[in-house]
């Protein structure tokens, strides 16, 4: 049983196209995330949400639409993909989003926008 | 805001030897915890290590364990009896009252047989 999934695991598409990345976790948790990995590894807060709403949402292009129709699920839609856009997308989840809280990390999307 | 710098992009260390990533943090909170990331080739973030900055005591995992230095804002995470297996990338992050991780840049880390 995987904690956090994400789908696809990779994902290859052309500039101008729109995609999404699927997230879920059978964790229980309420609150989960978005991080971006650029090339050189470093990992980046996108989005954050509790419950079902939008707490964190730091400087992202809004071609990134965050969606989470429940609490076990926060989606990831890119609209107008771009080459710079190319990199590892995370999802993770935790209980509650306080200091001491270990948050759980899906395996990660390579996307790569041709 | 608050920053995390590994100074150290690459190490490497010989199997069964000990080895030592550094980890330096910038706030001005108190209380806030420290975490060791793994990322091993598969990608998957594996959290190694946690310390809650209120607690003198350093923490410890079987091989992992963590020199803890809240003066001086640093955070050293220490792998004894290096395992082939170790190999992968580590990260130092940060999380405090943004209730966010803020990770360093990672240091990659080789086992060599």
């Known amino acids: 049983d995987t904690a956090v999934s994400q789908t696809p695991k990779y994902l290859v598409t052309q500039m101008g196209n729109d995609k999404s990345i699927k997230c879920e976790q059978n964790?229980?948790?309420?609150?989960m995330y978005w991080y971006k990995q650029d090339s050189k590894k470093f990992l980046k807060i996108m989005f954050s949400y509790n419950n079902k709403e939008l707490i964190i949402n730091e400087t992202v292009p809004n071609r990134f639409s965050p969606k989470s129709p429940d609490k076990a699920h926060l989606n990831l839609h890119i609209n107008s993909l771009e080459l710079g856009d190319s990199a590892v997308y995370f999802c993770?989840?935790?209980?509650?989003?306080?200091?001491?809280?270990?948050?759980?990390f899906g395996q990660g999307t390579r996307l790569t926008v041709v | 805001a608050q920053t995390v710098t590994q100074s150290q992009p690459e190490m490497s260390v010989q199997e069964a030897e000990t080895v030592t990533l550094s980890c330096t943090y910038d706030t001005s909170e108190n209380n806030y915890y420290l975490f060791w990331y793994k990322q091993p080739p598969s990608r998957q973030m594996i959290l190694v290590i946690r310390?809650?900055?209120?607690?003198?005591q350093n923490a410890t995992e079987n091989r992992f364990s963590v020199n803890f230095q809240k003066a001086a804002k640093s955070f050293s995470l220490k792998i004894s009896d290096s395992q082939l297996g170790d190999t992968a990338m580590y990260f130092c992050?940060?999380?405090?009252?943004?209730?966010?991780?803020?990770f360093g840049s990672g240091t990659q880390l080789t086992v060599l047989p």
């Open positions: 992050a940060f999380k405090g009252s943004a209730r966010q991780l803020t």
């Open positions: 993770a989840s935790s209980q509650g989003d306080r200091a001491n809280t270990e948050a759980f």
């Open positions: 310390q809650e900055a209120y607690k003198q």
């Open positions: 964790l229980g948790h309420d609150t």
